[in-house]
């Protein structure tokens, strides 16, 4: 049973440039999160998809934005890049059903914005 | 607003030692919390979490937790660490199914030999 997958591993990118992560949910679940970790600090909450829809947003500015496909797979876009995203991106999958909302997390993105 | 504190940022522990990891949080309803444990170059790993029922919480690894709610503490524990254990671990949060995990800023676990 595959677990979360992200890719790519290690990205590099300079200012003001884009970027796209991806993301493939745990097989049967159907609801993604995704998180940015800075170095030294716990992962943030940047927002959650089901159904295709962006459901939850934490704190983040617009130029974060995302997409679910039907076969759940998601991914996370970053436009003009700040060095201060950089950071690991980190996705997670959960089943909407189960009551206490339990996260299984991928080995995430590791994002470096020169 | 929920919000997790995490004591100590780092603790170091003499192998075979036990330790205590220690969470406080805050919110104004019932929650959910969690231990999540992140190896070197990994992403987070469910250790154990508190739903509801007993305050005694027993996850993998031989660690354990246990949920306080007049201290609002969700303290982790382990009797005996290994130099396996060397890691960063994250209390963690959330209010429901429909809400958000919440983490702390995590606490680095540093294994003498």
């Known amino acids: 049973d595959a677990g979360v997958t992200q890719s790519p591993t290690h990205l590099i990118k300079t200012r003001g440039q884009q970027v796209t992560l991806r993301c493939s949910p745990k097989?049967?679940?159907?609801?993604v999160s995704w998180y940015q970790q800075a170095l030294g600090q716990g992962p943030q909450f940047i927002f959650q998809?089901?159904?295709?829809?962006?459901?939850q947003r934490g704190n983040f500015p617009d130029r974060f934005s995302g997409h679910q496909f039907p076969n759940y797979s998601s991914e996370l876009n970053v436009n003009a890049l700040l060095l201060g995203d950089s950071a690991l991106y980190l996705c997670?999958?959960?089943?909407?059903?189960?009551?206490?909302?339990?996260?299984?997390f991928g080995p995430g993105t590791r994002l470096t914005v020169l | 607003a929920q919000s997790v504190t995490q004591l100590d940022s780092q603790v170091p522990v003499f192998e075979e030692a036990p330790v205590e990891l220690r969470c406080n949080y805050s919110s104004s309803v019932s929650v959910y919390l969690f231990w999540y444990v992140q190896y070197p170059n990994q992403g987070l790993q469910l250790l154990l979490k508190y739903l509801s029922g007993s305050t005694l919480v027993k996850g993998i690894n031989g660690f354990e937790a246990e949920f306080n709610k007049s201290q609002t503490s969700f303290h982790l524990r382990k009797p005996s660490v290994h130099i396996s254990d060397t890691a960063e671990y994250f209390c963690?949060?959330?209010?429901?199914?429909?809400?958000?995990?919440?983490f702390g800023k995590g606490t680095r676990l540093h294994i003498l030999p």
């Open positions: 963690a949060v959330s209010e429901g199914r429909d809400d958000k995990i919440i």
């Open positions: 097989s049967g679940h159907d609801t």
């Open positions: 997670a999958s959960s089943l909407r059903v189960t009551a206490y909302n339990e996260q299984f």
């Open positions: 998809y089901y159904e295709e829809e962006e459901r």
